[in-house]
């Protein structure tokens, strides 16, 4: 990437980021922000591989928008951001968290195909089409070190019990009515998540 493409990419970074004040400024001192300009950034700091900006972004993120958690894309540029700003732990709960936003994005980065799995899909998040224009590949060169050890966390014990569960009760709930056994298993779901994060 050229030194003029690294500074038109911080150009939009700080447009976008102007933006986001003028919105709370209209605002009244809170964020509207209904263009979702909040998810934007990390996907610029990712091309110019500047992950320590990254990382203050999503610090801000975190503070500033305590009560969401992001669309599966933006955690799996969390979970970039953290791994190449040495966040191991943090990185790996990070990771578990994409998993759970949608299934199909690790088969995706790993080039697998894309099978659909006959369970409960809350939100057009989880569905199996989002992975479609999904950005990112092991076979990038700037991300080779990440999937290695994107590959590590899947392959381990723990992954493949905690998605293994997540993937059965997210089938028993897909046609559950409402009542007490479906509650349950919803409980027995929030467990499974609150367990990796």
């Not at 986001?20 to 001192?29: E, I």
């Not at 996907?43 to 969401?68: C, H, M, V």
């Not at 690790?106 to 099978?115: A, L, S, T, V, Y």
């Amino acid at each position: 990437m050229t030194d003029r493409q690294i500074k038109n990419i911080r150009t939009k970074i700080d447009k976008i980021k102007k933006a986001l004040s003028a919105d709370k400024r209209r605002w009244g001192g809170q964020y509207d922000d209904s263009r979702g300009l909040r998810y934007l950034p990390p996907e610029q700091y990712l091309k110019i591989q500047d992950y320590s900006g990254a990382l203050r972004y999503f610090n801000w993120f975190q503070k500033t928008f305590p009560d969401e958690i992001g669309y599966p894309d933006f955690l799996f540029e969390w979970t970039i951001t953290l791994y190449y700003t040495s966040k191991i732990k943090d990185a790996e709960k990070k990771a578990y968290q994409t998993f759970f936003s949608n299934t199909y994005y690790f088969d995706k980065f790993f080039n697998r195909p894309i099978i659909p799995i006959d369970k409960s899909e809350s939100s057009n998040w989880q569905a199996p089409e989002m992975a479609d224009n999904f950005a990112y590949s092991a076979d990038q060169s700037a991300l080779k070190d990440f999937a290695i050890w994107l590959l590590g966390i899947i392959h381990s014990d723990n992954f493949a019990q905690t998605s293994k569960s997540f993937i059965e009760l997210n089938r028993q709930l897909k046609d559950e009515p409402v009542g007490p056994k479906r509650s349950e298993i919803i409980r027995r779901l929030n467990l499974v998540e609150q367990n990796c994060v």
